[in-house]
T-cell receptor
Framework: EPEVTQTPSHQVTQMGQEVILRCVPI?????FYWYRQILGQKVEFLVS????????KSEIFDDQFSVERPDGSNFTLKIRSTKLEDSAMYFC??????????FGNGTRLTVT | EDQVTQSPEALRLQEGESSSLNCSYT??????LFWYRQDPGKGPEFLFT???AGEEKEKERLKATLTKKESFLHITAPKPEDSATYLC??????????FGAGTTVTVRA
């Protein structure tokens, strides 16, 4: 069964550094998403992406965040200048035109 | 804004002891209610989608039902491998799911 894959599984970075989280969505899906989950808290929506542009973003997704689909298969989340409070699990998801989101197993980001 | 509230926060069951999880929601125009299972350190795994009141879906020991204000996930005769956090989410437009905080289920042998 096709699945969403994310790399790396764990990223450690110093405060102020830039990080890029990578995702390969399911190939025939049209919508792409980033969510995050701070330890012990709920899964929170960051951004959705459709037809090569952002379709919706949350208040969390401020100017330090950006998303890109650089080619036909990858979907990336960039955090320009990481803060301690950015430490979380970041989940990529994709979905067809209608139907459920399918999630990857996440990247654990630790900012020190 | 979409609101999703799950109860209880945690549920400890003996193997074979059936129970139900609740998800109450407030949304402007429901375009789907979704149940996911999440194991520690993993991403949410899709279980069910419900679209309209009265709809029911089943998979092995799990059954999901939907009314106009809430959804229930019934676990019948659970086994230890059913231990996980169960997440409820709603969609009110094309672009995102809003999640509840989840119910962590522990099934003891």
């Amino acid at each position: 069964e096709p699945e969403v894959t994310q790399t790396p599984s764990h990223q450690v970075t110093q405060m102020g550094q830039e990080v890029i989280l990578r995702c390969v969505p399911i190939s025939n899906h049209l919508y792409f998403y980033w969510y995050r989950q701070i330890l012990g808290q709920k899964v929170e929506f960051l951004v959705s992406f459709y037809n090569n542009e952002i379709s919706e973003k949350s208040e969390i997704f401020d100017d330090q965040f950006s998303v890109e689909r650089p080619d036909g298969s990858n979907f990336t989340l960039k955090i320009r200048s990481t803060k301690l409070e950015d430490s979380a699990m970041y989940f990529c998801a994709s979905s067809p035109l209608s139907g459920p989101l399918h999630f990857g197993n996440g990247t654990r980001l630790t900012v020190t | 804004e979409d609101q999703v509230t799950q109860s209880p926060e945690a549920l400890r069951l003996q193997e074979g002891e059936s129970s139900s999880l609740n998800c109450s929601y407030t949304v402007s125009g429901l375009r789907g209610l979704f149940w996911y299972r999440q194991d520690p350190g993993k991403g949410p795994e899709f279980l069910f989608t419900l679209y309209s009141a009265g709809e029911e879906k089943e998979k092995e020991r799990l059954k999901a039902t939907l009314t106009k204000k809430e959804s229930f996930l019934h676990i019948t005769a659970p086994k230890p491998e059913d231990s996980a956090t169960y997440l409820c989410a709603v969609r009110s437009n094309d672009y995102k799911l809003s999640f509840g905080a989840g119910t962590t289920v522990t099934v003891r042998a």
